[in-house]
């Protein structure tokens, strides 16, 4: 009989440092590269230390230049390497959309499958820091939109330790979105954990109610609401969906048949976002089990802004979710 | 400044082949153009009449295993570096046998067999490709350039500045070859350009540079052998401007509103291909036999291409969604 | 011969217009002259000849818009000078007389969404839209006796209509005269039910002098012949939409825990039917309707309703209704509210009664009038104004 595995108590961002370290060392083919990941140790820490254990070849420090080296990104995944570009936030992304949609996610389809792109790109999302309009995006729905690319979104110390050696496995472009409020939480592991799929929606709380649908950041207020809702004899089903491209259809349809009722939790901007496209598999396959709208929250369709109270009030929070949730139980 | 082993050796035979080359490729474009004008082929049409010279002067100075990016003005390249003409006109007729299984069409020619990696539609989009390509060869201690052509309409990019930074701080061995044309579609250099002498650019990245006649094969070839040695032995990036002119108009549909009549006559008197056959005439070592032979081969290679890119498949329209990803699964999406 | 045909220059041409010919018949031209200038939208395009050979024939006129791919003139090709024939004119040049015609694949069908996979229905639970639940839950009706003719085997609201037009006028199916008054009446039962179970009723009483509105019915009438004639129940129905109209607590629905009062008057008038059914259809927007219209359509409604002849949107969206046992009936009617309405206006009959007026005792014509509302929506007080404007309404029904 073994003995149970330890168990370890890290932070999001330690147990992502961990998955960099352990490919890093298992593939010489995978290296690191981005702004400020070397020297600097990472802008949000998460490659401290990365430097003087594998030296500047590996871990990267790269000028300025969003488009050229995540191009380089891409010239170097097609000749043979491994490598994980790093792109300080999504805000950043920007100046490297051109190279992700017009190569990355273009070169398999358009040269009939002689070339594939088997690169991982890391970003920080998310508002929250009072960091203001250009630094606070949510642009995960955008990425999900492109075919050609894969994107995750881990929200749990287990995924952002699991997610990314499955990505570096991929013979496709993956995008790994970390939301900056989620690099100081704490969880468990154990310490063998390792690779997790990157392709399922995981059912983070059971319940009979309501299904609540939603990734990253907003998974953890999504889980705080349920606990609200439970106080008030509402037993809410809570979806991380993990994978927002391609999305776990068949984990949202089977909740959603059980509760006939959903909320979807994207802190994207509602129009157009992915919530839209969650909202609409709904309809499009479990029409006939619903008993009440789908119901959305999702940031106000505003520039995020600086002053703590408006950056609260422009972002998904707990009371909203409950509020949603309510709606729809009829409960309002 | 130049080694000897650089100088090419011209002779009777390798002269016969820079000219066949060339006629080659200004053939085909011919050929293509035609069938564009009966919508055999489609969606955008760019030629390299007058541009041939860089081609022909520079890839076939590569090695095998070095690597190929260039632009949606690519078929003298790729027919240079060897991508089988048939493959190549059925690419552009849009059929499964063509290069790319006939998804990308003219402006998107790939061919992993010779390390051509396209064949792209974005000004400037290649050259961070192209930085790593060469990256994974540096990384891995590969005896492998990169050769990188582009247009000078690409110098306005932020992505060329981007690259060019990254080749000479990493020390990457790629061989950047500016085609400049003097015309980025329609809009003249001197109106795009504050400096319009592209190899002083170059310089300001600290990367060794040389302009040289687009318009003197042989001239080319010396420049070109020059840089790959030097991309070769010192890892480190080279910039090759050539300078040349585009015969024809940017694209099939252009009405050339941008520049004189006069101007395109006066450069067609010394483009590439007269050029070269009257110093060989001069120089007594062509014949009009030699000229003729190369003309029916080349048609009749060409004819051949032709039928190949006619009698080819349409990719059932069931194949659609396959290679979006490497495991994606043929679907019914009719 | 060959042709020389308006050449594609660019994905977006369709056409091109001739402008200028650089050539004319007799000249040699070989492939690669530019022989004509064609203008398009981008400007004017000299174009190219491919052929090598002696024009022979111009075929079209300076300044005239041709389609890509029209001939414009036909050339002797050298191969046909140096055999001394002319060849028949052919279409685009063949390439090899074997290579097949490469025509791009048959226009696709139009396209159908790809078909999402529905998730089987859970064991015993229907299919149902949620129009057809609202509309069921209106009537009462049993879903399991709904027949579905919806995609995925499901309800649709169009399917509960047919059963309940199959409740209240199932007369073509059966002997002339009978209805099928068993389901009719388990419909009601469920419905009335309901409302006694979910609607808290409260119930007031008004009498009204109808005396003149009589004398003014007498006199209308007697000027009209039978089938014109106004009754009391129209002019009843009318005071009672245009009163509706204003006191929006009582014409609306009560709807999963909230109230939305409705923006039309849609009338239900009940109809008693011989042999002891019940139906409430709806008459659209009665505030608005001349009461002529109203008189017509009611007389209408109750020929049809007891041919069976009912549609089922008839039955489904009255706002408010009213009901009257006429002239058999009792003197006051205190009705059962149908959900998710949440009032109903019961007339008696009308009764002659010594009645103080100015002072003197004297007969006068009374009806009693009675509102059933639901309280958790109005009020006495609102009732009774309500009440109040309708005995109003009908002192003047020359107004109405």
Redesign the interface.
């Known amino acids: 009989m073994t003995a149970p595995a330890a168990m370890l108590e890290l932070t999001y961002r330690d147990a992502m440092r961990e998955a960099i370290r352990d490919a890093l060392r298992r593939d010489k083919n995978v290296?690191l590269m981005g702004e400020d990941v070397g020297r600097y140790g990472g802008c949000y820490a998460v490659s401290k230390g990365l430097l003087a254990e594998f030296g500047p070849?590996r871990i990267?420090d790269?000028?300025l230049?969003e488009?050229?080296?995540?191009?380089?990104?891409?010239?170097?995944?097609?000749?043979?390497?491994r490598p994980i570009v790093e792109l300080m936030t999504v805000n950043f992304s920007l100046l490297a959309l051109?190279?992700i949609l017009?190569?990355a996610a273009t070169?398999?389809?358009?040269?009939?499958?002689?070339?594939?792109v088997p690169l991982v790109i890391r970003m920080a999302t998310g508002a929250g820091r009072q960091l203001a309009a250009q630094h606070s995006h949510s642009l995960e729905g955008w990425y999900a939109h492109i075919?050609?690319i894969?994107v995750l979104a881990p929200a749990t110390v287990e995924d952002a330790r699991g997610m990314l050696w499955t990505a570096l496995q991929d013979?496709?472009p993956v995008l790994i979105f970390e939301n900056v409020m989620l690099y100081n939480m704490t969880g468990k592991l154990t310490a063998d954990a390792g690779a997790v799929d990157i392709d399922k929606a995981m059912v983070r709380r059971t319940g009979r109610d309501i299904s609540l649908v939603t990734y990253g950041g907003s998974l953890w207020k999504t889980l705080e609401a349920a606990a609200a809702l439970a106080a008030e004899d509402v037993d809410a089903e809570v979806i991380d969906l993990r994978s927002l491209r391609p999305i776990d259809d068949a984990t949202i349809m089977t909740s959603v048949r059980k509760t006939r009722r959903a909320v979807i939790v994207d802190e994207g901007w509602r129009s157009g976002s992915l919530s839209a496209e969650i909202c609409t598999r709904i309809i499009e396959q479990a029409f006939w089990e619903l008993d009440a709208p789908i119901g959305r929250v999702c940031s106000e369709e505003v520039p995020i802004p600086y002053p703590r109270h408006l950056e609260i009030a422009a972002i998904p929070q707990v009371p909203k979710i409950v509020a949603a949730a309510k709606i729809a139980l009829g409960r309002a | 400044m130049t080694a000897v082993t650089d100088k090419p050796r011209l002779s009777r035979v390798h002269a016969l082949d820079l000219l066949k080359q060339m006629i080659r490729i200004r053939r085909f474009e011919?050929k293509c153009?035609?069938l564009?004008?009966?919508?055999?082929i489609?969606?955008?049409l760019h030629l390299y009449d007058g541009e041939e010279a860089i081609a022909v002067g520079v890839i076939p100075v590569l090695e095998q295993r070095d690597?190929v990016v260039a632009t949606y003005r690519e078929h003298g390249h790729a027919l240079v570096r060897g991508v089988p003409m048939t493959a190549a006109l059925a690419e552009m007729?849009g059929k499964q046998e063509?290069?790319?299984?006939?998804?990308?069409g003219s402006m998107?020619l790939?061919?992993?067999a010779t390390n051509f990696?396209?064949g792209?539609?974005?000004v400037g989009?290649g050259?961070?490709?192209?930085?790593?390509?060469?990256?994974?060869?540096h990384?891995?201690g590969n005896d492998i350039i990169t050769a990188c052509f582009f247009g000078e309409g690409a110098v306005a990019e932020?992505?060329f500045h981007?690259?060019l930074?990254?080749a000479a701080?990493?020390g990457l061995p790629v061989l950047f070859v500016c085609e400049n044309n003097l015309y980025a579609m329609g809009t003249a250099l001197v109106l795009s350009e504050s400096e319009t002498d592209i190899q002083r650019k170059a310089a300001c990245y600290r990367i060794a540079s040389e302009a040289v006649d687009g318009m003197d094969v042989v001239a080319i070839e010396a420049a070109a052998r020059h840089a790959v040695r030097a991309v070769r032995e010192s890892g480190k990036p080279y910039f090759l401007e050539c300078r040349t002119y585009r015969l024809r108009?940017h694209?099939?549909?252009?009405?050339?509103?941008y520049r004189d009549k006069a101007e395109v006559e006066a450069w067609r008197h010394k483009e590439p291909i007269v050029r070269f056959k009257g110093w060989l005439e001069a120089s007594h070592m062509i014949h009009p036999d030699d000229l003729a032979r190369i003309e029916a081969e080349i048609d009749a290679e060409i004819?051949q291409a032709?039928?190949f890119a006619?009698?080819?498949a349409?990719e059932p329209?069931e194949q659609l969604t396959?290679?979006?990803?490497?495991d994606s699964p043929a679907?019914?999406?009719? | 011969m060959v042709e020389f045909?308006m050449?594609?220059?660019?994905?977006?041409?369709e056409a091109g217009t001739l402008v200028e010919w650089l050539v004319k018949p007799g000249d040699q031209v070989k492939?690669?002259d530019v022989v004509a200038v064609v203008e398009?939208q981008?400007?004017?395009?000299e174009?190219?000849i491919?052929e090598t050979g002696r024009i022979e024939q111009i075929l079209v006129d300076l300044n005239s818009k041709v389609p890509?791919?029209t001939p414009l003139a036909r050339i002797r090709t050298e191969l046909e000078r140096k055999a001394g024939v002319a060849l028949a004119p052919v279409g685009?040049p063949a390439?090899?007389a074997e290579?097949?015609p490469?025509v791009?694949?048959a226009a696709?069908?139009p396209?159908?969404p790809?078909s999402i996979a529905t998730l089987p229905s859970v064991a015993g639970r229907a299919r149902v839209s949620p129009a057809a639940r609202r509309l069921a839950a209106t009537h009462g009706v049993d879903l399991a006796t709904v027949t579905a003719s919806g995609p995925s085997g499901a309800i649709i609201r169009a399917d509960v209509e047919r059963r309940l037009v199959a409740v209240t006028a199932p007369a073509e199916r059966k002997r002339a005269n009978r209805l099928d008054l068993g389901a009719m009446r388990t419909a009601i039962a469920a419905a009335m039910a309901r409302s006694k179970r979910e609607i808290p009723h409260y119930y007031l009483e008004h009498q009204v002098d109808v005396t003149s509105c009589e004398q003014w019915l007498t006199r209308t009438n007697a000027l009209r012949p039978p089938d014109e004639r106004l009754l009391m129940a129209a002019v009843a129905a009318k005071s009672v939409a245009l009163a509706a109209r204003h006191f929006t607590l009582f014409n609306g629905f009560y709807r999963d825990g909230k109230y939305e009062p409705a923006s039309a008057v849609h009338l239900g008038i009940a109809i008693a039917i011989r042999g002891g059914g019940l139906a409430a259809p709806a008459l659209h927007d009665v505030d608005q309707m001349p009461l002529d219209d109203l008189m017509a359509r009611m007389r209408d409604l109750v020929q049809r309703m007891r041919a069976g002849r009912i549609r089922g949107s008839e039955m489904s969206d009255s706002t408010i209704t009213v009901s009257s046992l006429g002239e058999r009936g009792v003197e006051a009617l205190h009705g059962v509210i149908y959900p998710p309405q949440v009032a109903l206006i019961g007339f008696g009959k009308v009764v002659a009664r010594p009645w103080l007026v100015d002072g003197a005792i004297g007969p006068r014509s009374i009806v009693t009038m009675t509102l059933a509302a639901d309280h958790r929506v109005s009020d006495g007080h609102a009732g009774a104004l309500f009440l109040a404007e309708i005995g109003k309404l009908l002192q003047e029904p020359e107004k109405l």
Not at chain 2, 36 to 40: F, H
Not at chain 2, 98 to 104: E, T, V
Not at chain 2, 331 to 334: A, E, G, H, K, Y
């Open positions: 290296f070849e990267r790269t000028p230049s488009s050229g080296f995540t191009g380089a990104g891409i010239g170097a995944a097609i000749a043979g390497m051109d190279q017009n190569t070169v398999r389809h358009m040269s009939g499958n002689q070339f594939g075919p050609g894969k013979p496709d | 011919d153009a035609e564009y004008t009966q919508e055999k489609r969606g955008f690597r007729y063509g290069c790319s299984r006939g998804r990308g998107h790939f061919d992993r990696y396209g792209n539609a974005i989009g050259l961070p490709l192209a930085i790593g390509l060469a990256l994974a060869d990384m891995r932020g992505e981007e690259s930074n990254l701080l990493w108009a694209s099939m549909f252009d009405a050339q509103l004819a032709v039928t006619e009698s080819g349409w329209v396959r290679f979006t990803y490497a679907r019914d999406v009719s | 045909r050449p594609s220059l660019g994905a977006d041409m492939r690669g398009t981008k400007g004017a395009i174009i190219e491919f890509v791919g685009p390439t090899v290579a097949p490469s791009l694949p696709s069908r396209s159908r790809a």
